[in-house]
């Protein structure tokens, strides 16, 4: 006994509290969703994105004109989702809002990758829960099997490739790959695609 009192303790889990207010809602509306997420989301079939798109607002997501998520993508609490329009979101994905995530406009989440906006203190014997915004801009494309970090904000037009690791921002118009993601080229388009976007926006406005 005296030798195990003088182990050094890194984490007691038996002390561990969540923050107040920190879900963001109350303990029944956190459960009531986890219920519509199971019975009524997941069950819907492929083609019901309109379906799913209202349901997510009606718990507090603001989502976009025409956004496409899959219904075996997982959102912890949809109050702290925001999607911009014609963003998709594919399957399998994990929306880890426990803290606020921001997908721009565009913007393609791909298959089986983690968007984590919360973690915990290491250094904390308690295991102290923090959450962090995570920002994806406008005409991102996180591919497969991705893993954000949370704090993290991607910039505008960037790639993240397949099973990156996302630590630390990145910067706008990059393709980054590796774990750590780093940049390692511009993202480029060709000159006839460029013009038909400018044009069709120009129509637009």
Not at 138 to 157: M, N, Q, S
């Amino acid at each position: 006994m005296p030798a195990e009192q003088n182990v050094r303790r890194y984490q007691d889990l038996s002390s561990f509290r969540l923050p107040p207010g920190f879900r963001g809602r109350s303990a029944i509306a956190v459960q009531l969703w986890w219920l519509a997420q199971a019975l009524l989301f997941r069950t819907s079939p492929q083609i019901m994105y309109a379906w799913r798109r209202w349901l997510l607002c009606r718990f507090g997501a603001k989502i976009g004109k025409d956004v496409r998520i899959r219904p075996s993508a997982t959102i912890t609490y949809p109050w702290k989702l925001s999607i911009g329009d014609y963003s998709w979101i594919g399957d399998d994905v994990t929306l880890y809002t426990l803290g606020e995530i921001e997908i721009g406009s565009h913007a393609v989440v791909s298959q089986r990758s983690y968007i984590c906006a919360a973690s915990h203190d290491p250094s904390s014997t308690s295991f102290d829960i923090f959450d962090r915004k995570i920002t994806i801009h406008d005409e991102c494309w996180i591919a497969t099997d991705v893993f954000v970090a949370p704090g993290v904000t991607v910039g505008r037009g960037t790639v993240v490739g397949a099973r990156s690791s996302v630590f630390s921002d990145l910067p706008a118009g990059m393709v980054c790959v590796g774990s750590p993601a780093k940049p390692v080229r511009q993202r480029t388009t060709s000159p006839a695609q460029a013009a038909l976007s400018v044009t069709k926006g120009a129509f637009q406005m």
